[in-house]
């Protein structure tokens, strides 16, 4: 029995090795990244929606050019547009969205504190990258792009898709003060008298981006096709992560949402793999990254199409198209698709799409962080600062799990009471194993001590921590959220390392008030602890490291109560 301590220190390895593993995602070496060559050499029909019911003869008119080149309105071949939350282009050619910009999500944030406590002690300060978050993107070798257009069935005639030329009356659009929504219609027209409108509606305050394709049809005789959109992208190097850390980075890479299986992930090799083909009610498809996702929402009511695609250079499609459509001869029809490409802020997506607040991936420990991050957004409603949020559920979970940690520290105690009986033990054992712990097991009997009862509470807190460690990591809110004094952005590590060092100084101190082990190998294990978790504390988000050091207070006052008051009985 006197391996007891076995159990704690395999779990604080556990805790080691998660933490060398989220250490190495940052910080450990990245894999190059091959080039991408210029995706506008690619076979047109490759980046299609392939269907099998749609015959070789419209997939093959689907890449002809318009049939009647009608000069646009205005010389520009982008739209910009702009509202109070996004900025964006509009590529006529196909109607792409391209360089989507979140205007209140700079890349970096301003530290002015900071900066002024490293010119107080000589530092220059840092230079930080003010530009705003890019999301959809038109260089190939960062490649992001929101495709939507239409595919004719047999027989029908050729109608616009992502390729085709798009006319529009003006340059640019602004969401004016005021102003509650704007629309960019596009015009596209073939010389058989099929006249297709895209429109893009922007609504103040919103991600979410209405697309609307308006089919008239004035070509002499019926129409027949389908709406898809897709997104196509490229990964990057900024989203690869080292493969031994491939299962604790935050997921990059395709997912879908269906009514059977509900959240899917189909990362990039699955797309190599083998292409997807399901059919849903409603659903969605989407690109996510770490905070925030592009996903385009078909209609709810209507029967979806999902499919992936491998293209050339390295590029990945997911996406989906519609039911077949028919229009009349001298009617039209309107199909609508909604996209939404934004910060995964969790009340904001629910109410957009079912399931889509699941983009906010906290891995195989979602049944713990969904709590976490319901019970910090409620504190934080009161606080109105992220830093008392973090230290308000700091509370929540310790009341919690206090009577588990009240029975483990009255057992600690105890077994810090007896330690010199039990070392008496050892001496007097020493060459009889056997009888040392028949001894010692009869001294814990009647004691009334449970060697044990200290190892629950620790074995529990792995998970929690690790919760938080996903929740923190993962939840936009905390993404440059400050707390207090030189502490601006808790979701990066303390830019003074106080925290870190006030952790490693609150784990010595709970270790002092624990029995050492009658090992003395384990016993210079553990001493180990402290220092090892400060180093790899140093670089870990301020906010986890202030939740372990008001945890470690908390213990610590509670521990050195309990202990007094065992001493104190005779």
Same mark, same amino acid.
């Given at each position: 029995?006197?391996?007891?301590?076995?159990?704690?220190?395999?779990?604080?390895?556990?805790?080691?090795? $998660?933490?060398?593993?989220?250490?190495?995602?940052?910080?450990?070496?990245?894999?190059?990244?091959?080039?991408?060559?210029?995706?506008?050499?690619? =076979?047109?029909?490759?980046?299609?929606?392939?269907?099998? #019911?749609?015959?070789?003869?419209?997939?093959?008119?689907?890449?002809?050019?318009?049939?009647?080149?009608?000069?646009?309105? *205005?010389?520009?071949?982008?739209? *910009?547009?702009?509202?109070? +939350? $996004?900025?964006?282009?509009?590529?006529?050619?196909?109607?792409?969205?391209?360089?989507?910009?979140?205007?209140?999500?700079?890349?970096?944030?301003?530290?002015? +504190?900071?900066?002024?406590?490293?010119?107080?002690?000589?530092?220059?300060?840092?230079?930080?990258?003010?530009?705003?978050?890019?999301?959809?993107?038109?260089?190939?070798?960062?490649?992001?792009?929101?495709? /939507?257009?239409?595919?004719?069935?047999?027989? @029908? @005639?050729?109608? &616009?898709?992502?390729?085709?030329?798009?006319?529009?009356?003006?340059?640019?659009?602004?969401? &004016?003060?005021?102003?509650?929504?704007?629309?960019?219609?596009?015009?596209?027209?073939?010389?058989?008298?099929?006249?297709?409108?895209?429109?893009?509606?922007?609504?103040?305050? &919103?991600?979410?981006?209405?697309? /609307?394709?308006?089919? #008239?049809?004035?070509?002499?005789?019926?129409? &027949?096709?389908?709406?898809?959109?897709?997104?196509?992208?490229?990964?990057?190097?900024?989203?690869?992560?080292?493969?031994?850390?491939?299962?604790?980075?935050?997921?990059?890479?395709?997912?879908?949402?269906?009514?059977?299986?509900?959240?899917?992930?189909?990362?990039?090799?699955?797309?190599?793999?083998?292409?997807?083909?399901?059919?849903?009610?409603?659903?969605?498809?989407?690109?996510?990254?770490?905070?925030?996702?592009?996903?385009?929402?078909?209609?709810? =009511?209507?029967?979806?199409?999902?499919?992936?695609?491998?293209?050339? =250079?390295?590029?990945?499609?997911?996406?989906?198209?519609?039911?077949?459509?028919?229009?009349?001869?001298?009617?039209?029809?309107?199909?609508?698709?909604?996209?939404?490409?934004?910060?995964?802020?969790?009340?904001?997506?629910?109410?957009?799409?079912?399931? $889509?607040?699941?983009? !906010?991936?906290?891995?195989?420990?979602?049944?713990?962080?969904?709590?976490?991050?319901?019970?910090?957004?409620?504190?934080?409603?009161?606080?109105?600062?992220?830093?008392?949020?973090?230290?308000?559920?700091?509370?929540?979970?310790?009341?919690?799990?206090?009577?588990?940690?009240?029975?483990?520290?009255?057992?600690?105690?105890?077994?810090?009471?007896? %330690?010199?009986?039990?070392?008496?033990? %050892?001496?007097?054992?020493?060459?009889?194993?056997?009888?040392?712990?028949?001894?010692?097991?009869?001294?814990?009997?009647?004691?009334?001590?449970?060697?044990?009862?200290?190892?629950?509470?620790?074995?529990?807190?792995?998970?929690?921590?690790?919760?938080?460690?996903?929740?923190?990591?993962?939840?936009?809110?905390?993404?440059?959220?400050?707390?207090?004094?030189?502490? %601006?952005?808790?979701?990066?590590?303390?830019?003074?390392?106080?925290?870190?060092?006030?952790?490693?100084? *609150?784990?010595?101190?709970?270790?002092?008030?624990?029995?050492?082990?009658?090992?003395?190998?384990?016993?210079?294990? $553990?001493?180990?602890?402290?220092? !090892?978790?400060?180093?790899?504390?140093?670089?870990?988000?301020?906010?986890?490291?202030?939740?372990?050091?008001?945890?470690?207070?908390?213990?610590?006052? %509670?521990? *050195?109560?309990?202990?007094?008051?065992?001493?104190?009985?005779?």
């Amino acid at each position: 029995m006197d391996n007891i301590r076995f159990v704690l220190i395999v779990a604080f390895a556990m805790i080691l090795l $998660l933490l060398w593993q989220a250490w190495q995602i940052d910080y450990g070496p990245k894999p190059a990244v091959a080039q991408i060559e210029n995706p506008a050499t690619t =076979d047109v029909k490759e980046d299609l929606p392939a269907d099998a #019911k749609l015959s070789d003869q419209t997939q093959s008119s689907s890449q002809q050019k318009d049939p009647v080149a009608l000069p646009a309105t *205005t010389s520009a071949a982008i739209i *910009t547009v702009k509202t109070d +939350v $996004l900025a964006l282009e509009i590529d006529l050619q196909g109607g792409t969205i391209q360089n989507l910009d979140l205007i209140d999500y700079p890349v970096e944030k301003d530290n002015t +504190v900071v900066n002024k406590l490293r010119t107080l002690v000589g530092l220059k300060p840092a230079e930080k990258n003010r530009n705003p978050v890019r999301l959809f993107n038109s260089s190939p070798e960062k490649m992001f792009l929101a495709q /939507s257009g239409l595919i004719p069935v047999s027989g @029908s @005639s050729p109608a &616009s898709d992502h390729h085709s030329v798009f006319n529009s009356q003006n340059s640019s659009y602004e969401l &004016s003060e005021g102003q509650d929504s704007i629309t960019v219609p596009l015009t596209w027209t073939d010389s058989n008298g099929l006249e297709i409108t895209k429109s893009f509606t922007f609504k103040r305050g &919103s991600y979410e981006i209405t697309l /609307s394709q308006n089919i #008239k049809n004035n070509s002499g005789k019926d129409w &027949s096709g389908r709406q898809y959109s897709q997104l196509l992208r490229v990964p990057f190097q900024e989203n690869q992560g080292n493969m031994l850390t491939s299962g604790m980075r935050a997921y990059d890479g395709g997912v879908i949402y269906t009514q059977k299986d509900k959240y899917q992930k189909i990362n990039f090799d699955d797309m190599v793999d083998e292409n997807l083909d399901v059919v849903t009610q409603g659903g969605w498809t989407a690109m996510i990254q770490h905070y925030f996702a592009s996903a385009w929402i078909p209609p709810a =009511d209507q029967e979806n199409h999902f499919y992936t695609k491998h293209l050339k =250079d390295e590029r990945y499609v997911i996406g989906s198209y519609s039911p077949t459509v028919t229009v009349a001869n001298n009617s039209e029809t309107q199909l609508v698709s909604r996209l939404f490409s934004g910060p995964k802020i969790q009340p904001v997506m629910e109410k957009i799409a079912p399931g $889509l607040e699941l983009t !906010v991936d906290y891995s195989v420990l979602t049944f713990i962080g969904k709590p976490i991050y319901w019970l910090l957004n409620k504190i934080h409603g009161f606080t109105l600062n992220w830093g008392f949020a973090i230290i308000g559920v700091t509370l929540c979970i310790k009341l919690l799990m206090f009577p588990l940690t009240q029975a483990s520290f009255i057992s600690m105690a105890k077994m810090r009471k007896i %330690q010199p009986r039990l070392k008496e033990l %050892q001496e007097r054992f020493a060459d009889d194993r056997q009888r040392f712990n028949t001894e010692m097991m009869a001294l814990y009997k009647k004691e009334k001590v449970n060697p044990l009862g200290g190892c629950l509470p620790i074995l529990i807190q792995i998970p929690v921590f690790m919760s938080l460690y996903w929740v923190l990591g993962e939840t936009v809110e905390f993404r440059q959220a400050p707390f207090m004094l030189w502490i %601006q952005d808790l979701s990066v590590m303390d830019p003074f390392l106080v925290l870190p060092l006030v952790m490693g100084v *609150t784990m010595k101190i709970q270790q002092g008030l624990n029995p050492p082990p009658i090992d003395p190998v384990q016993a210079k294990i $553990l001493k180990m602890f402290p220092v !090892v978790f400060t180093v790899f504390f140093l670089f870990f988000p301020a906010g986890l490291v202030l939740y372990w050091v008001v945890n470690n207070t908390l213990s610590i006052i %509670q521990q *050195t109560y309990i202990t007094k008051k065992i001493n104190a009985q005779a």
